[in-house]
């Protein structure tokens, strides 16, 4: 079981008020996303959950624990990969295990096999794709000892075609197992199609302007985009946001 | 490989030909210069003289090396572990290294004496130099970005310390380590000269003061050479280590 509750979370940067007032909530097994304008505050929403900074007011909860300060309580994948060039793709994959405890490499050479990466395992980051990468990350953070993960635009730096192929992959992986993810993003598209529910961030300071529950079946599949109870819900988030961006 | 070995090779032996040729032609002295194949000759003839002072050369040197190369990456870690101390000390390091290493020289023989103390501390001077300021530098720049993953995953001072910061200094510590290695050997040679029993630097001496230019030229040829092995040894492991480096084609 994860559950992560922000409760009236507030940070500021040097005067400027970046957070305030902010309060949501993962439940179990619940994707999530945070649609926000560049520069709303969602990285910093990560950091504070991460541990990397407190906050100026406000609490995080994680399955009832306070995390406040703590590092390491999530497994993180950023928004560059952010593997480390000197260790083969397995070493890499194991390297959120390595820092807790003994890593398993069956589990870690398991799941390459099913990211497709099986022939990558002894090869080293510069030798793959970005896509690959970013794929090496995901399964980065899902074997981390941490069952709560957080996505910070993983897949912001890839063409389209990519990118729709890793959100498939994405969802296929994650509807097995179905760990409490915090997916943050830019693109309207990418948040209906792999959430549970989206988050809308209004900016400067950030606080949750609305919440959209998405409630299309699951396994979902790429006609969904096609549909016109899609296209209905990305027109609301547009306009909600055009909103935001008008204030 | 061949390839690329065929320029450089063609030019050395164009340049020996036309030094061969140019010394018969004039009738240069040899104590002047010699021409490559008397020296050749020299090298051959008097290698039981002389063998013994490259014995010891290389000893001193491969002694002197390996010390200055401990002593360098234990600085340039203290250094980075303690920030202030780095401040403080990391200037008079950069200042230190504008004392030309020959008048420290004699002042290392008037306080240690002419045994192998101060010969090994002459070496060791001039190489942790190099592989320090390497380091450090390397150890300072690590990503950002990785430096914030490890930090997002939890990972402990120390974690960052031997699995992130330690590896990404490596390749500095490399290029650090090339320049020490061709160090090593002048500072071995200058410290035979201050006054030592064997050596390439005593040979070297005294070939000059009795005009055997030949044999300067032998010394000189065997210091070229030891410097050359020890960085082809470099060059080698820093080959096996980083071998995750992308190659220079994809690279440039
Ligand atoms: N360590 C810091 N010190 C000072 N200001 C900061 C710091 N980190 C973030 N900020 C500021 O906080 C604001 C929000 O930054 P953040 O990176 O969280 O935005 P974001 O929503 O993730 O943007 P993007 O979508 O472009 O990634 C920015 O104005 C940034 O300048
Ligand atoms: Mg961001």
């Given at each position: 079981?994860?559950?992560?509750?922000?409760?009236?979370?507030?940070?500021?940067?040097?005067?400027?008020?970046?957070?305030?007032?902010?309060?949501?909530?993962?439940?179990?097994?619940?994707?999530?996303?945070?649609?926000?304008?560049?520069?709303?505050?969602?990285?910093?929403?990560?950091?504070?959950?991460?541990?990397?900074?407190?906050?100026?007011?406000?609490?995080?909860?994680?399955?009832?624990?306070?995390?406040?300060?703590?590092?390491?309580?999530?497994?993180?994948?950023?928004?560059?990969?952010?593997?480390?060039?000197?260790?083969?793709?397995?070493?890499?994959?194991?390297?959120?295990?390595?820092?807790?405890?003994?890593?398993?490499?069956?589990?870690?050479?398991?799941?390459?096999?099913?990211?497709?990466?099986?022939?990558?395992?002894?090869?080293?980051?510069?030798?793959?794709?970005?896509?690959?990468?970013?794929?090496?990350?995901?399964?980065?953070?899902?074997?981390?000892?941490?069952?709560?993960?957080?996505?910070?635009?993983?897949?912001?730096?890839?063409?389209?075609?990519?990118?729709?192929?890793?959100?498939?992959?994405?969802?296929?992986?994650?509807?097995?197992?179905?760990?409490?993810?915090?997916?943050?993003?830019?693109?309207i598209e990418e948040a209906i199609f792999?959430?549970?529910?989206?988050?809308?961030?209004?900016?400067?300071?950030?606080?949750?302007?609305?919440?959209f529950?998405i409630t299309f079946n699951?396994?979902r599949t790429e006609d969904l985009t096609l549909t016109n109870e899609f296209l209905a819900i990305k027109k609301e988030i547009?306009?909600?946001?055009?909103?935001?961006?008008?204030? | 490989?061949?390839?690329?070995?065929?320029?450089?090779?063609?030019?050395?032996?164009?340049?020996?030909?036309?030094?061969?040729?140019?010394?018969?032609?004039?009738?240069?002295?040899?104590?002047?210069?010699?021409?490559?194949?008397?020296?050749?000759?020299?090298?051959?003839?008097?290698?039981?003289?002389?063998?013994?002072?490259?014995?010891?050369?290389?000893?001193?040197?491969?002694?002197?090396?390996?010390?200055?190369?401990?002593?360098?990456?234990?600085?340039?870690?203290?250094?980075?572990?303690?920030?202030?101390?780095?401040?403080?000390?990391?200037?008079?390091?950069?200042?230190?290294?504008?004392?030309?290493?020959?008048?420290?020289?004699?002042?290392?023989?008037?306080?240690?004496?002419?045994?192998?103390?101060?010969?090994?501390?002459?070496?060791?001077?001039?190489?942790?130099?190099?592989?320090?300021?390497?380091?450090?530098?390397?150890?300072?720049?690590?990503?950002?970005?990785?430096?914030?993953?490890?930090?997002?995953?939890?990972?402990?001072?120390?974690?960052?310390?031997?699995?992130?910061?330690?590896?990404?200094?490596?390749?500095?510590?490399?290029?650090?380590?090339?320049?020490?290695?061709?160090?090593?050997?002048?500072?071995?040679?200058?410290?035979?000269?201050?006054?030592?029993?064997?050596?390439?630097?005593?040979?070297?001496?005294?070939?000059?003061?009795?005009?055997?230019?030949?044999?300067?030229?032998?010394?000189?040829?065997?210091?070229?050479?030891?410097?050359?092995?020890?960085?082809?040894?470099?060059?080698?492991?820093?080959?096996?280590?980083?071998?995750?480096?992308?190659?220079?084609?994809?690279?440039?």
């Open positions: 079981m994860s559950k992560l509750v922000l409760e009236q979370i507030e940070k500021g940067f040097d005067e400027q008020l970046i957070l305030a007032d902010l309060s949501f909530g993962v439940n179990d097994g619940e994707f999530v996303s945070l649609l926000g304008p560049s520069g709303s505050g969602k990285s910093t929403i990560f950091h504070l959950i991460g541990g990397l900074y407190q906050p100026d007011q406000g609490t995080i909860y994680l399955n009832g624990q306070d995390i406040v300060g703590k590092k390491g309580s999530i497994s993180y994948m950023p928004q560059t990969p952010a593997l480390l060039p000197w260790r083969t793709i397995l070493d890499n994959v194991m390297l959120g295990a390595e820092l807790a405890h003994q890593p398993d490499r069956n589990q870690a050479i398991h799941m390459l096999r099913r990211a497709g990466l099986a022939e990558y395992s002894n090869r080293y980051p510069h030798e793959l794709s970005g896509g690959m990468k970013q794929r090496a990350a995901f399964v980065r953070s899902l074997l981390s000892p941490q069952p709560f993960i957080c996505l910070d635009e993983p897949f912001s730096a890839l063409d389209e075609f990519t990118r729709l192929e890793m959100q498939k992959w994405l969802l296929s992986i994650w509807e097995e197992e179905r760990p409490s993810v915090l997916f943050v993003t830019h693109n792999l959430s549970d529910r989206i988050i809308v961030l209004g900016s400067k300071p950030a606080q949750v302007i609305k919440e529950d699951r396994p547009f306009q909600t946001l055009r909103g935001v961006l008008d204030d | 490989m061949l390839k690329k070995s065929f320029l450089p090779l063609s030019a050395i032996i164009g340049l020996l030909t036309a030094w061969e040729t140019t010394s018969r032609l004039f009738d240069i002295p040899s104590w002047i210069l010699p021409a490559p194949v008397a020296i050749f000759q020299e090298a051959i003839q008097s290698w039981d003289n002389y063998r013994h002072h490259l014995l010891s050369t290389i000893s001193l040197t491969i002694s002197g090396l390996v010390i200055g190369i401990t002593i360098g990456i234990a600085i340039a870690i203290m250094l980075h572990l303690m920030p202030r101390v780095r401040e403080a000390v990391y200037p008079l390091l950069i200042m230190s290294q504008n004392i030309p290493i020959i008048v420290l020289a004699p002042l290392l023989v008037i306080w240690f004496g002419f045994g192998i103390l101060p010969k090994l501390l002459i070496i060791i001077l001039v190489c942790f130099f190099p592989i320090t300021v390497a380091m450090v530098d390397g150890l300072r720049q690590t990503s950002p970005e990785l430096v914030h993953y490890m930090k997002m995953a939890g990972a402990s001072k120390k974690q960052i310390f031997t699995k992130l910061e330690l590896p990404h200094a490596i390749p500095q510590m490399f290029s650090g380590l090339k320049i020490s290695a061709t160090y090593s050997v002048m500072g071995a040679v200058i410290s035979e000269w201050l006054g030592a029993q064997n050596g390439i630097g005593v040979y070297m001496t005294l070939a000059s003061s009795s005009f055997r230019t030949d044999r300067v030229f032998v010394a000189i040829f065997f210091i070229m050479l030891l410097c050359m092995l020890l960085f082809a040894v470099i060059l080698l492991l820093e080959k096996y280590l980083l071998k995750w480096r992308p190659s220079q084609e994809e690279s440039s």
